[in-house]
């Protein structure tokens, strides 16, 4: 029923930047609260930020707090990560997810929440 497609990931040097883009088709948004989530090689895949379609009430995990912004844009139906001071630890394949939005706050942060994901997309921050 939804398809969600990420782009714009990249290799970026320590203390660069980069957006990340999350394209969604097949529905709307307007009810369901879109986030990002990152895996690194042996780890857990883990929360980074989240947006909710109406009202664009935002939240980030204290990792990336102050680096990256997380947004929206209704018209195309597209979520953004703008990745600010990149670090080499930020190096991961990026994760588009979307849950209704009725959804609790508590289970927000864990992956097993969502239903419909991204392919993922590649970034690499070299020291």
Known sequence: Q??????????????GSLT????ASGRTFSRYVMSW??????KERE????ITWIGGKTSYANSVKG????????AKNTVYLQMNSLKP????????AAVAAAA???ALGHS????????????????
Not at 2 to 15: K, M, R
Not at 20 to 23: G, I
Not at 112 to 127: A, N
Request: include cysteine; charged fraction near 15%; proline fraction near 3%.
């Open 2 to 15: 939804v398809q969600l497609v990420e782009s714009g990931g990249g290799l970026a040097q320590a203390g």
């Open 20 to 23: 990340l883009s999350c394209a």
């Open 37 to 42: 989530f990152r895996q690194a090689p042996g």
């Open 47 to 50: 929360f980074v930020a989240a």
């Open 67 to 74: 680096r990256f912004t997380i947004s929206r844009d209704s």
């Open 89 to 96: 630890e930020d190096t991961a394949v990026y994760y588009c």
């Open 104 to 106: 609790p706050d508590y």
């Open 112 to 127: 097993v929440t969502y239903g419909y994901w991204g392919q993922g997309t590649q970034v690499t921050v070299s020291s």
